[in-house]
């Protein structure tokens, strides 16, 4: 219990909410704003109140990845055809071409995470929303080309009344940092199955955290052959065994709270996006663990 009170502090600070009060004093559980993907696209609300607010995402869509709703905020000067530009490029196999969008999007927007779901197997996010203009966006719009524009984006207004609510609490922090070994994820070995993670980016440039069911008897050390086959172009089999689930990338220094329902067994925590250094991925550098599910 000590524990879960000290997560629960934890991510009242770094998700901008008041402290978790004693239970006749607590906030009600943040609102949620539900949004419906599939193959066509997704729906959303256009506006909501300012505040603690979690994001649920169900989707229908019928390929391998889901789907992948994320929340951005546009820099002052930025616009949404800038933005799709250069969200679009980053998904280059030139280094060239990924890596300055890559940067580019650094610049111009913050990148609040958002969920990937699969059909029957909703996801949840909760962040802090703050009065202004957002948009959603079905990542894989703009992977795969189809093409994805500005039109591609869904403006959420923000307004400035103030709901009340709190995120639940979390039951373990998913962190990520570079180490003198290189980009690392930071989590415990094990977590309960259904519990709250509290994800949180001190890289210095964008990620994510993804969440795949692995083979029996699969190592750290198979992850790192898989992805520096991928790195060289040799897409050798994949150590997986399930549909992922998970967030798209935080910006650095971002957190959200993450409710994704993973069943008990061995996950691979990944991560497919590339260093902005020089465009290698950061999994060929050594990001990626082992985590069991209880």
């Known amino acids: 219990m000590k524990q879960r009170a000290i997560l629960g502090m934890v991510a009242a600070a770094v998700l901008g909410m008041s402290a978790i009060a004693t239970p006749a004093k607590a906030a009600p559980t943040a609102p949620v704003i539900e949004i419906q993907a599939g193959d066509?696209?997704?729906?959303?609300?256009?506006?909501?109140?300012?505040?603690?607010?979690s994001f649920r995402v169900d989707t229908t869509a019928t390929g391998d990845l889901g789907s992948i709703i994320g929340l951005v905020r546009l820099r002052p000067g930025a616009t949404p055809a800038s933005f799709a530009d250069h969200l679009g490029k980053v998904f280059s196999d030139d280094p060239d071409v990924a890596v300055p969008a890559g940067r580019a999007l650094m610049a111009e927007a913050e990148l609040l995470g958002g969920?990937?779901?699969?059909?029957?197997?909703?996801?949840?996010?909760?962040?802090?929303?703050?009065?202004?203009?957002y948009y959603?966006?079905?990542?894989?719009?703009?992977?795969?080309?189809?093409?994805?524009?500005?039109?591609?984006?869904?403006?959420?207004?923000?307004k400035r009344e103030r709901h009340e609510g709190r995120a639940p609490a979390p039951g373990a922090v998913v962190g990520m940092s570079r180490t003198p070994s290189g980009p690392r994820f930071h989590l415990p070995a094990r977590v309960r199955a259904g519990a709250p993670l509290?994800?949180?980016?001190?890289?210095?440039?964008?990620?994510?955290?993804?969440?795949?069911?692995?083979?029996?008897?699969?190592?750290?050390?198979?992850?790192?052959?898989?992805?520096?086959?991928?790195?060289?172009?040799?897409?050798?089999?994949?150590?997986f065994a399930g549909a992922p689930l998970g967030t798209p990338p935080l910006s650095p220094g971002r957190t959200l709270l993450l409710q994704t329902p993973l069943k008990p067994g061995r996950y691979a925590v990944i991560t497919w996006v590339i260093d902005l250094t020089d465009g290698v991925r950061l999994g060929a550098k050594g990001m990626h663990s082992l985590i069991d599910v209880t």
């Open 40 to 53: 066509d696209g997704f729906s959303a609300p256009a506006s909501h109140t300012s505040g603690t607010t």
């Open 115 to 133: 969920a990937e779901s699969q059909p029957g197997r909703s996801t949840s996010f909760t962040t802090t929303l703050r009065p202004g203009t």
């Open 136 to 158: 959603l966006l079905d990542y894989l719009d703009f992977e795969t080309q189809t093409p994805a524009g500005p039109e591609a984006l869904r403006k959420l207004t923000v």
């Open 198 to 239: 509290l994800v949180t980016n001190r890289l210095d440039q964008v990620n994510e955290a993804i969440f795949v069911p692995v083979r029996p008897g699969t190592t750290t050390a198979d992850l790192q052959k898989f992805f520096e086959g991928v790195q060289n172009g040799e897409w050798g089999e994949p150590p």
